[in-house]
């Protein structure tokens, strides 16, 4: 019987992703509905401002996340490039190169160089890529997926409180939307903790803590500008 264990850090990467977008999502929309709100403006003001929000936060998500993981491949790419010259002009030395990083991971000299010379046969480019760059397949940087996973995520973190905001009667829009703005948090927190194999409450308490802050700031901004006002 083969022994086979399950882990979970293959999955950090996505998880990251989707939480982070769902988290903004819920944050960043009832905190403008709770801010607007304390404003004493009108339902339909609160509402047309939460759509804004969404739209404005999705497209700022897929922005940033795609600038930002652009510039990741931009710099993996120009390590390759780097790479592949070297392979090209002093491959000895790049396999003398690879076998140091196996003997410094523990590897015997003799069986290190041996390894490093039976993966450069195969594939050269990708054993230098993966054990001296720190580049793999499944952790190279895809910027349009992760722009497109993000405003996926933003926008349906940032419908939740939304939808709420939608049902609830006026008189009690803020205290429900902030309420159930946090429950939805505690429940993606200990969603992510589940997947990742993390404490459940720890992770609920701590997107409830920094959610709560938020609402609270921006609340307290709106009934300021609103007495102003």
Same mark, same amino acid.
Do not use: C
């Given at each position: ?6 882990? &979970? ?12 977008? !769902? ?92 390894? !490093? ?11 230098? !890529? ?11 940087? &895809?910027?349009?997926? !992760? ?83």
């Amino acid at each position: 019987m083969i022994h086979t264990e399950h882990h &979970r850090s293959h999955r950090s990467g996505w998880l990251r992703a989707a939480v982070l977008g !769902a988290n903004d999502g819920i944050v960043s929309t009832s905190s403008l509905i709770l801010g607007v709100a304390a404003a004493s403006t009108a339902q339909s003001d609160i509402m047309l401002a939460g759509v804004a929000g969404l739209v404005a936060g999705a497209m700022s998500m897929a922005a940033g996340e795609y600038v930002s993981v652009s510039s990741q491949a931009d710099t993996e790419h120009a390590d390759l490039n780097i790479e592949r010259k070297a392979l090209a002009e002093h491959y000895e030395l790049e396999q003398e190169e690879l076998a140091d990083i196996y003997i410094t991971r523990g590897l015997e000299p003799e069986l290190a160089r041996q390894v !490093a010379e039976q993966l450069m046969t195969n594939d050269a480019l990708g054993a230098h !890529a993966r054990d001296e760059i720190g580049i793999t397949d499944t952790g190279q940087a &895809r910027p349009l997926q !992760a722009a497109l996973s993000s405003a996926a995520t933003f926008t349906a973190g940032a419908l939740l409180p939304l939808l709420v905001a939608w049902w609830a009667p006026s008189s009690l829009l803020t205290p429900l939307v902030a309420l159930f703005s946090l429950l939805f948090l505690a429940l993606l927190g200990a969603i992510a903790a589940r997947v990742g194999g993390a404490p459940m409450l720890k992770a609920a308490a701590r997107v409830m803590f920094w959610g709560s802050l938020a609402m609270a700031l921006t609340s307290a901004i709106g009934r300021v500008f609103g007495v102003v006002a």
